[in-house]
T-cell receptor, first 112, second 112 residues
Framework: DQQVKQNSPSLSVQEGRISILNCDYT??????FLWYKKYPAEGPTFLIS?????DKNEDGRFTVFLNKSAKHLSLHIVPSQPGDSAVYFC???????????FGTGTRLTIIP | DAGITQSPRHKVTETGTPVTLRCHQT?????MYWYRQDPGHGLRLIHY???????DKGEVSDGYSVSRSKTEDFLLTLESATSSQTSVYFC???????????FGPGTRLTVT
């Protein structure tokens, strides 16, 4: 049972445009959400996170939006740059739970 | 970069042989994790540790055991490797246990 779902395996976006990556979750006990970025042959790196008490968190070109009623979060990258081409993983965990549950990932390709 | 290394980085082994992967950190973080990454599954937690000699199972722990005798080292053992354990294995560390951690570079394991 996939508790964190990324339904788009891949996404292509023109350089300079907005990239929107989506993530859905089913476990209502999740209260903390994270995005990780992964380049080939490297480990994932933390990108941005959001707590369930917020609906938006921004860090430079990256913004994460959380819609708790829809159990949906999204990552916006504006403007998209070639170095953003990578696999993006959504992850979540619940209060008092040290274990992260990851989605299957979305491969983002930025077209120059 | 966070001080986290994995060894070996690549390994090919035969079905039925024991294999041990090592994760070493220099950050003195309390939490350590072992994940595997497979196409279509994202990252799945195998085992994690919340302190020396304190470990717990993740979602795909069957066929794996772990040990943590020192803060800096977390070992993952496949007692009798099977082809289904061919994967890329990532170690991660976290100070807070809320997923704001760092990942190692990964170990690519092939079981023939």
């Amino acid at each position: 049972d996939q508790q964190v779902k990324q339904n788009s395996p891949s996404l292509s976006v023109q350089e300079g445009r907005i990239s929107i990556l989506n993530c859905d979750y089913t476990n209502s006990m999740f209260d903390y959400f994270l995005w990780y970025k992964k380049y080939p042959a490297e480990g994932p790196t933390f990108l941005i996170s959001i707590s369930s008490i917020k609906d938006k968190n921004e860090d430079g070109r990256f913004t994460v939006f959380l819609n708790k009623s829809a159990k949906h979060l999204s990552l916006h990258i504006v403007p998209s740059q070639p170095g953003d081409s990578a696999v993006y993983f959504c992850a979540a965990n619940g209060f008092g739970n040290e274990k992260l549950t990851f989605g299957t990932g979305t491969r983002l390709t930025i077209i120059p | 970069d966070a001080g986290i290394t994995q060894s070996p980085r690549h390994k090919v082994t035969e079905t039925g042989t024991p294999v041990t992967l090592r994760c070493h950190q220099t950050e003195n973080h309390r939490y350590m994790y072992w994940y595997r990454q497979d196409p279509g599954h994202g990252l799945r937690l195998i085992h994690y540790s919340y302190g020396v000699k304190d470990t717990d199972k993740g979602e795909v722990s069957d066929g794996y055991s772990v040990s943590r005798s020192k803060t800096e080292d977390f070992l993952l053992t496949l007692e009798s490797a099977t082809s289904s354990q061919t994967s890329v294995y990532f170690c991660a560390i976290s100070e807070q246990g809320k997923g704001l951690g760092y990942f190692g570079p990964g170990t690519r394991l092939t079981v023939t």
